[in-house]
């Protein structure tokens, strides 16, 4: 059972434009969203993240909208550029409960170019 | 920093092979884990440590060891490789395992890439 479900699985997007990443959930228990940017090579890395009791979060050119009620969020890139391609994972997160998980689920990916 | 040290970065074996996979943090994160990436599935946790000593599954264990004798250090064994595990592996560690409002950024290596023939 896929707890977190990200779409779309591939995006082109030109240079300047809006890059969205969508993502939604089931378990309501999750309290932390954040996003991982994974360039080809590399490991993952945390880029921004976002509790529920807030509804939008702004790093830069980079946002995250929230939806509690829809059980949804989503990644905004603004002004895209070709330095954003990469490979982009949301995530929940809840507090560990010791039930044999860790309390983090990923989905499955979204590959991001952006062209020039 | 180091920071998360995976080694080796790439490695071809045969059916029925075995060998490590080695991990070493150097920011004395209690919470270490496996993760491997296969296209169109995401990462998926294999087992993970909330410190030394302790181990536990995570979503996908069959097929692999794994041991914490250190804070530092965290192995993953293929103790009889198949070409099912043919995949990129990621070693990540955070401060602690999340266990109230407290939020723990995830550090990754940078992968190792495993082909079983």
């Known amino acids: 059972q896929q707890q977190v479900k990200q779409s779309p699985q591939s995006l082109i997007v030109q240079k300047g434009g809006i890059s969205i990443i969508n993502c939604a959930y089931e378990n309501t228990a999750f309290d932390y969203f954040p996003w991982y940017q994974q360039f080809p090579g590399k490991g993952p890395a945390l880029l921004i993240a976002i509790r529920p009791d807030v509804s939008e979060k702004k790093e830069g050119r980079f946002t995250i909208s929230f939806n509690k009620s829809a059980k949804q969020f989503s990644l905004h890139i603004m002004d895209s550029q070709p330095g954003d391609s990469a490979t982009y994972f949301c995530?929940?997160?809840?507090?560990?409960?010791?039930?044999?998980?860790?309390?983090?689920?990923f989905g499955k990916g979204t590959h991001l170019i952006i062209q020039p | 920093n180091a920071g998360v040290t995976q080694t080796p970065k790439f490695q071809v074996l045969k059916t029925g092979q075995s060998m490590t996979l080695q991990c070493a943090q150097d920011?004395?994160?209690?919470?270490m884990s496996w993760y491997r990436q296969d296209p169109g599935m995401g990462l998926r946790l294999i087992h993970y440590s909330v410190g030394a000593g302790i181990t536990d599954q995570g979503e996908v264990p069959n097929g692999y060891n794994v041991s914490r004798s250190t804070t530092e250090d965290f192995p993953l064994r293929l103790l009889s490789a198949a070409p099912s595990q043919t995949s990129v592996y990621f070693c990540a560690s955070s401060y602690k395992l999340r266990t109230g409002s407290e939020t723990g950024e995830l550090f990754f290596g940078e992968g190792s890439r495993l082909t079983v023939l």
């Open positions: 920011m004395n994160h209690e919470y």
């Open positions: 995530a929940a997160s809840m507090p560990y409960s010791g039930g044999g998980a860790d309390g983090l689920t």
